[in-house]
C-alpha cells in the first residue's frame, strides 16, 4: 500500500515536469505508458475494420444476384491477382524490414526498404489499374458450336442469339458507333457496382499509403526520420499492413471464392 | 536538472519494451511463410475434387495469413494488450455484423 | 520552422484567439453554443410542423415543404443539436475530470469542431440552395435515389453527413485516446466519473458505428452520381440492405445520444443528494453492457419489413433485455436520492425530470420491442411520442440539467434560481403536453410524416393539444435563453466550488485558469474532491487561477491555423461535390481537397509547441 502510493505520488511528480505533448517525442508521461499517437491509430484501424465490414458484406450480399453479365467467372484471372497479391504481402516484409532499419538507426537501409516498399505498392496499384481496365474492355469471343454444349459461361450462353445462319463465331458485341458492350462498370450490374466500390476503395488507402511512405521517404532526406523518432515508421508501417491484411481477405473472399465453380450462380 | 533527468528516465519504464522485437531473419521466415500459404491458396484452387471442401480450406489458411501479419509485422504479440484489444473489438464487431447481415439475407440458406 | 508558410499564432487575441485556439475549454464553449443555436433552428422546423398540424386540412406548408420539415427537424437535432451538445460537455468537462490539461490532441480537437460546424453550416444551407433533404432523418432507399429526388437535397444531406462524420470520429478517436491516456495518477478506471465512462464507451460506439453510416452513404452517393446500382431494383438493388446499414449505424446512434445524458445525470445526482452514487461498480458495467448489447437490436426498427419470425424473435428478445441495464442505471439514481439530503436546485430538479420522463420512454420502448405488438405502432405517432419522450425527456432533460450544474464553472457566475425553475417547470409541462398526447394519436392510428389530416379521423383534439404544449415547451426554452444571457452578464458570483460537489473540475477556480491544474492532482477514490474536503486527504493541490501562467512555467500547446484550415477544405469540396454534375463542381471539390491536404501537410510538420517560439516563457 505505501509503495504504491508512493509510486502513485512519483508519477504525478513526473506528469508536472512533463507538461505538455511534444511532438515528435515519445518520452511523455501517459497513464498507460502507452504512445498517444500509436494509440490512436489501433482505435482506427479497429474502427477501419468497421468501414471494410461493411462494403465486403455489401458484396456479399449482392453475391450472385446480378442480373445481367458478365459475372465474376467472365472476369477474374486467378494468376494475374495472385501475382498482384504476392507483390502486395512482399511489401508487408519490405515495411517491416524499413521499420528494423530505423530502429537500428540505419538511415540507408531504411530509404532502401521504405522506397522498395512504395514502389510494390505502386506496382499493386498499376495491377489494380490494368485490371480495371480489362474488365472494362471484356469482350465475348466463342465458337457457335459450343452453345448448348456445356463450354460456355451463363454469360456467353447469354448471346447465343448472335449466332445467326452463317456466323460461326462471335466476336465481341457492339453497338451501331462500336463500342463494345459487354466489360464491366460500376453501372452494369450489382457485381460490377459492389467490385468497383469495395476494391477502389482498397485502392484508395494503397494509394494514400503510398503517399505517407514516399512522405517519409522524402522527409528522411532533410533529416526528419530518425532512430528516437522511429514511431513516426511504426505508425505508417502499422497502416500499411492493415491494408495488407485487408488484401488478403478481399483475395479470398471476392476472387478465390468469387470464381470457385461450385457456389450458386445467379 | 540531473533530478530532471532521473526522472524522463523513469517515464521510460512504462512504454513499450524495444528490445525484445523480433529480428529481420524472423520476418523474412515469416514472409516465406506467407507466401507459400498463398501458393498453397491459388493451388488449391485448381483442385476440383474438393468441391465445397475448397470454402473452410480457404478461409483457415486466409486467417492464418491475417493472424501472422498482425501477431508479427504488426508486431501485436510483443507489444501492449490494450492494442490489440482496440484492434480486436473492432475486427470481432465487424465480423459479426457481417455474419448477421448474411444471415439475414439469407446467404446461408440454400435457395 | 521554415515548413510553416503562415506565421503561427502565438499570442492571437479577439476572433484569432477563437479561431485558432485549441484549448479544450474554448473548443466546449464553441461547441455548446454552435449547438444551442442549431436546437433553436431545429425547434423553429417543429414550430412549422405543429403550426401545420394544429388543426386539420390547414395548407400553412405544402406537403413538399413538410417532407423538407420533418427530415430537416430531425437530423438537426440528432446530428447538430444533441451529439454536439454532449461534444460540448465531452470537451469542456473530461480532461477536467481526469486532471489533464488538455486531451490528446488538441489540435485534431479544434479540427473536429471547425469540421461539425462545416456540416452544420452546409446542411442548412440547402434550405436556401434549391430544398432541404425531405427523404426523413434516415432516409430510406430508394426515396433518395435520383429518380425519386432529383433536387439536391439528398445530395447536401449525404454529404453534410459526411462531414458530420469526419468530425464525429475525430472527436471520438480523440477522447479514447485523452481517457485512456492522460488520467492523473491514482485514477484507474474503476475511479474515473461516470461521466467520463460514458463520454468512454460512447465514443468507441462512435468509431464502431460511424464507418457503417460512411459506407452506406457512400453508396447512395454513387447511386446518385455514377449510377451504380446498389439500391437500383431494376438491377437486382435491394432497398433493405440500406435499411440494415442504416440501423446498424442508428441504433449504437441512439446510445450516442443517450449515454452522454445518462453519465451527466450520475454526476448530479450524487451531488445534489449529499450521497456517493450508489453502486458505482454497477452503473459502469450497466453502462459498457449497454454499448455492447446496443449492436445485436438493431433490426427491431424494421420488425415490419418481413424478416421472418426467426430474425423477429431474436431481435425482440435482445430489445427487451437491453431495458435491464437501462434499468439498473435507474435504480441506482434513485437509490442514490435515497435518504439523501437533497437539494432542489434547479439542474436536480431537471436531472429528476429526467429519471420520470425517460422512464415513460423506455416504457413505451418496451412496449414496441414486441414485434407483434410493434406492427399495430410502426410508423405512427406512437413511435414519435416515443422518441421524443427518450430524446427530450431523457438527453435534451439531462443536458439542461448539466448546463445548470456547469454553467458557473464555465463562466463563474451562477444562474439565476428563480427563473431556473420557471424554466424547468415550463419545460417539463411543455415536453408533456406536447407529446404525451401523441401516445393517443399513435394508437388511433395517425401516421408519422402525414401533412395534414381529415378532420372526422378524430384527431383534432390532441393535434391541438400537442401545438399548445409546444408553445409552453417554447416559452420555456425562451426563458433558458434569458436566463443564460442575463446570467452571463450579471449573474451571481461563483466560487470554484458552489454545489460542494465531488469531482476534480470543481477544485479548480471558476472560470478554470487556461492550464487547467497547476499540478496534477493525486486520486485516491471515486469523488476525490469529496475525500479531500471531508477527509482531510489533500493530495489535490488547489490551483492558483491568477491566470497568469508565466509563473508557473506551464507551456501550453501554441494554437494553430492548420485545423481550421483543413475544415475549411473539407467544406469546400463538400459544396463542390454536391455540384460535380456541372464541371465548376468538380474544380470547387479538387480545390477543397487540395486546401485539407495541404493543411494536413503543414499540420503534421508543425510541432505541437514551436521550441524556437515556445522559449520566450
Redesign the interface.
Known sequence: MIQMKAK??K??RI??EA??????TDHEY???G?N?RK??MW??L???C??F???I??YM??YG????GPFPEDLFSIPITSVSTFVLLMSSMSMVLAYAAIRKGSLKGFRVWILSTALMGMTFLAFQVFEFYEFANHEVHFDCSQVGTGNLSAFEESFQNECIEGVTTVDGIHDSDGNNLTGLT??T??F???FF?LTGFHGAHVTLGVIWLL?LFFYSFRG?VTRERDLDVDLAALYWHFVDIVWIVIFTVVYLFGVFPGFPES | MAQNEDMSTETHLGSENHSDHPTPLTYFKVAMILSIITAIEVGIFYVEDLSYGIIPILTILSVMKFALVIMFYMHLRYDNR?FST?FL??LA?AF??VIA?LA??QFFTPS | MTTSILSRPIHPTGLWAWLTTIDHKRIGILYGVTAFIMFLSGGIEAMYIRLQLAAPEQELVSPEIYSQLFTMHGTTMIFLAIMPMGAAFFNYLIPLQIGA??V???RLNAFSYWTFLGGAVMLKSSWFLGGAPNAGWFGYAPITSSAYNPGHGIDFWILSLQILGIAS?AAA??F??TI????????SLMRMPIFTWMTFVTS?LL??????I???L??VM?DRF?????FNVG????P??WQ??FW?FGHPEVYILILPALGIIAEVIPTFSKKPLFGYPVVVLSGVVIGFMG?MVW?HHMFTVG?GPV?NSVFAVTTMAIAVPTGVKIFNYIATMWKGSISLTTSMLYAIGFIFLFVIGGLSGVMHSSAASDAQQQDTYFIVAHLHYVLFGGSIMALGSGIYYWFPKMTGRLMDEKLGKLNFLLVFIGMNVTFFPMHFLGLDGMPRRIYTYDSDMGWNLWNAVSSVGYLILALGVLILIVNIIWSVLSGEKADGDPWDARTLEWSMSSPPPEYNFE????VHGIDPYWEQKREGLSTVPISGGSGDDDSH?????QPSYWPLLASLGLFVSGYGLVYLSSSIGLVVSIIGAAITMVAV?AWS?????DPDEGEGH
Request: net charge neutral; no cysteine; charged share 5%.
Open positions: 502513485v505520488i508519477g504525478a506528469l508536472q507538461v505538455t505533448t511534444q511532438h515528435g501517459t497513464t498507460t502507452l498517444h494509440l490512436l482505435a482506427f479497429g474502427s477501419d468497421m468501414f465490414g461493411s462494403l458484406a455489401t450480399v449482392y444476384k446480378s442480373k445481367v460500376p453501372k450490374n450489382l460490377g457496382t459492389t466500390t512522405s526528419g | 490494450l482496440l473489438t473492432g464487431l459479426l455484423v447481415l439475414l439475407f | 490539461r488538455d490528446a490532441f488538441p470520429l478517436f480523440n479514447i485516446v485512456i491516456n492522460l488520467r492523473a495518477p491514482g485514477m468507441i468509431i464502431l458505428a460511424f464507418p457503417v460512411t459506407v452506406a457512400i453508396e454513387f455514377f449510377g451504380t446500382n446498389f438491377a437486382g438493388g435491394q433493405l440492405l440494415h446499414l446498424v449492436w433490426s424478416l430474425a499540478h496534477i492532482p493525486i512555467g506551464i507551456h501550453l500547446p501537410y510538420f508543425e510541432p505541437v509547441n
